[in-house]
């Protein structure tokens, strides 16, 4: 499509190598983890090296003979970038640079670069930056001749100049690590006012519960029975102390607000302000208040300027606030989401993020995006064949590689990106 900034051009390389630690040595799986770290940094595989050597070489790290075979494949293939599986010393990363001629960075600025792109809370993108200066001081000569300026050119920032930008282009060593002490401040005065705010939290004890599973597993037809929308066959379901019956159940929705997995399904009025309107309305509520409600439903979801759209003009962005909107005007007590980040762009996908952090209601979400699970829940129930496998805090859960295993999942690439990210500042990489 015009506009679009295509993938950069990147050579992936390890050091297969007894000599070094277990965590800095290549192989198949860890070249394979790389390349799909490079792909979520917005890059493309052109080709992949592996050198077995007994000990690093101390100036190119795989040695100056592998190093000119690679600057050939480099020219032959106009790669921009070299990302070396194993870390480097930044001399080695200089030499390397000298001889490729072309940018060369290694999985540890490559997985900074994601955690830049990733970082939506302010704390996340001051830890982001600081860990990025961090990384970059030692690397400061001779380097710059090889990234491009955030400026130039226009458009999405080549992997690795995300974040500082051009600020630390710009600045000397002094400069820098002043940034690093104001950065540290401020990470600091930002976890203080979380831990207030998480106290805060948890004596309101408004929890955030994630509902996971491969798809049947059942997910679905549990939030359902919570709505009163199906009757279980046996047992009962309670809603706090009321069981779901067709007796109670005009209650229960009015306590429980359910938000579809399509959209569509819940907007079929000619115009967003009739959909979000047509709960109060049925509710028998008075004419002022249905418009009062609207109003406010429409301001919490940032859609104000769509009340007068009609819904099918919406995009899916749009339609899933809307759709947020039409629950919120009934003023529930929980939040019952199924698949809401489903078919959403990024964008739109951090939105609704926001949106929900938001939001001081109980909310139970049924998704298959785990990545969502680990910015917005502190609860996570796990599904298999309609029963519930697992109940516990989500690190808890995504630690349990068995568990996952067994319910058909994956850890999350976030979650990975955070252990993996610990374990380096814990080795002191940086």
Same mark, same amino acid.
């Given at each position: 499509?015009?506009?679009?900034?295509?993938?950069?051009?990147?050579?992936?390389?390890?050091?297969?190598?007894?000599?070094?630690?277990?965590?800095?040595?290549?192989?198949?799986?860890?070249?394979?983890?790389?390349?799909?770290? &490079?792909?979520?940094?917005?890059?493309?595989?052109?080709?992949?090296?592996?050198?077995?050597?007994?000990?690093?070489? =101390?100036?190119?790290?795989?040695?100056?003979?592998?190093?000119?075979?690679?600057?050939?494949?480099?020219?032959?293939?106009?790669?921009?970038?070299?990302?070396?599986?194993?870390?480097?010393? =930044?001399?080695?990363?200089?030499?390397?640079?000298?001889?490729?001629?072309?940018?060369?960075?290694?999985?540890?600025?490559?997985?900074?670069?994601?955690?830049?792109?990733?970082?939506?809370?302010?704390?996340?993108?001051?830890?982001?930056?600081?860990?990025?200066?961090?990384?970059?001081?030692?690397?400061?000569?001779?380097?710059?001749?090889? &990234?491009?300026?955030?400026?130039?050119?226009?458009?999405?920032?080549?992997?690795?100049?995300?974040?500082?930008?051009?600020?630390?282009?710009?600045?000397?060593?002094?400069?820098?690590?002043?940034?690093?002490?104001?950065?540290?401040?401020?990470?600091?005065?930002?976890?203080?006012?979380?831990?207030?705010?998480?106290?805060?939290?948890?004596?309101?004890?408004?929890?955030?519960?994630? &509902?996971?599973?491969?798809?049947?597993?059942?997910?679905?037809?549990?939030?359902?029975?919570?709505?009163?929308?199906?009757?279980?066959?046996?047992?009962?379901?309670?809603?706090?102390?009321?069981?779901?019956?067709?007796?109670?159940?005009?209650?229960?929705?009015?306590?429980?607000?359910?938000?579809?997995?399509?959209?569509?399904?819940?907007?079929?009025?000619?115009?967003?302000?009739?959909?979000?309107?047509?709960?109060?309305?049925?509710?028998?509520?008075?004419?002022?208040?249905?418009?009062?409600?609207?109003?406010?439903?429409?301001?919490?979801?940032?859609?104000?300027?769509?009340?007068?759209?009609?819904?099918?003009?919406?995009?899916?962005?749009?339609?899933?606030?809307?759709?947020?909107?039409?629950?919120?005007?009934?003023?529930?007590?929980?939040?019952?989401?199924?698949?809401?980040?489903?078919? &959403?762009?990024?964008?739109?996908?951090?939105?609704?993020?926001?949106?929900?952090?938001?939001?001081?209601?109980?909310?139970?979400?049924?998704?298959?995006?785990?990545?969502?699970?680990?910015?917005?829940?502190?609860?996570?129930?796990?599904?298999?064949?309609?029963?519930?496998?697992?109940?516990?805090?989500? =690190?808890?859960?995504?630690?349990?590689?068995?568990?996952?295993?067994?319910?058909?999942?994956?850890? =999350?690439?976030?979650?990975?990106?955070?252990?993996?990210?610990?374990?380096?500042?814990?080795?002191?990489?940086?």
């Amino acid at each position: 499509m015009p506009g679009e900034r295509r993938p950069e051009r990147a050579a992936l390389v390890g050091l297969r190598c007894t000599a070094l630690a277990d965590f800095d040595h290549s192989d198949e799986d860890t070249m394979e983890e790389l390349s799909q770290l &490079l792909e979520t940094a917005g890059g493309e595989c052109i080709f992949k090296a592996m050198q077995n050597r007994p000990t690093p070489d =101390p100036r190119t790290f795989i040695g100056e003979g592998k190093a000119q075979e690679i600057a050939q494949l480099v020219k032959a293939n106009d790669v921009e970038l070299l990302v070396m599986d194993n870390e480097l010393s =930044p001399s080695q990363a200089r030499a390397l640079e000298d001889i490729m001629g072309c940018r060369v960075m290694d999985r540890s600025g490559l997985i900074l670069d994601i955690f830049a792109q990733r970082a939506q809370t302010r704390e996340g993108k001051l830890q982001v930056e600081l860990a990025q200066y961090q990384y970059l001081l030692p690397r400061l000569s001779g380097m710059w001749t090889h &990234l491009v300026r955030q400026t130039a050119g226009g458009g999405r920032s080549p992997i690795g100049t995300r974040g500082p930008g051009e600020t630390q282009l710009e600045t000397d060593r002094r400069h820098i690590r002043q940034r690093i002490a104001r950065l540290q401040r401020e990470i600091e005065n930002v976890r203080q006012i979380r831990s207030t705010q998480r106290r805060q939290r948890e004596k309101r004890e408004v929890p955030l519960v994630a &509902l996971v599973g491969y798809t049947n597993a059942g997910k679905s037809t549990l939030l359902l029975h919570l709505n009163g929308l199906l009757e279980p066959s046996s047992g009962q379901v309670r809603v706090g102390d009321i069981p779901v019956t067709p007796k109670t159940v005009a209650r229960v929705r009015e306590s429980v607000g359910m938000v579809f997995q399509q959209a569509d399904d819940q907007l079929f009025m000619p115009t967003v302000r009739e959909d979000v309107a047509f709960g109060p309305l049925n509710m028998g509520l008075p004419p002022e208040e249905v418009s009062r409600r609207v109003r406010q439903a429409l301001r919490d979801v940032h859609a104000e300027t769509l009340a007068d759209k009609m819904t099918h003009h919406l995009s899916g962005g749009e339609k899933r606030a809307v759709s947020i909107a039409t629950v919120l005007s009934m003023t529930p007590d929980i939040l019952v989401l199924d698949e809401p980040s489903a078919n &959403l762009d990024p964008a739109s996908r951090r939105t609704l993020i926001s949106l929900l952090l938001q939001f001081s209601h109980t909310k139970i979400i049924a998704t298959h995006d785990l990545d969502m699970v680990m910015d917005l829940c502190t609860r996570c129930i796990v599904m298999k064949d309609g029963s519930i496998l697992a109940d516990a805090p989500v =690190p808890d859960i995504f630690a349990d590689c068995a568990l996952l295993e067994e319910a058909r999942l994956e850890q =999350p690439l976030s979650y990975r990106l955070m252990q993996y990210g610990r374990e380096r500042e814990n080795s002191g990489q940086f």
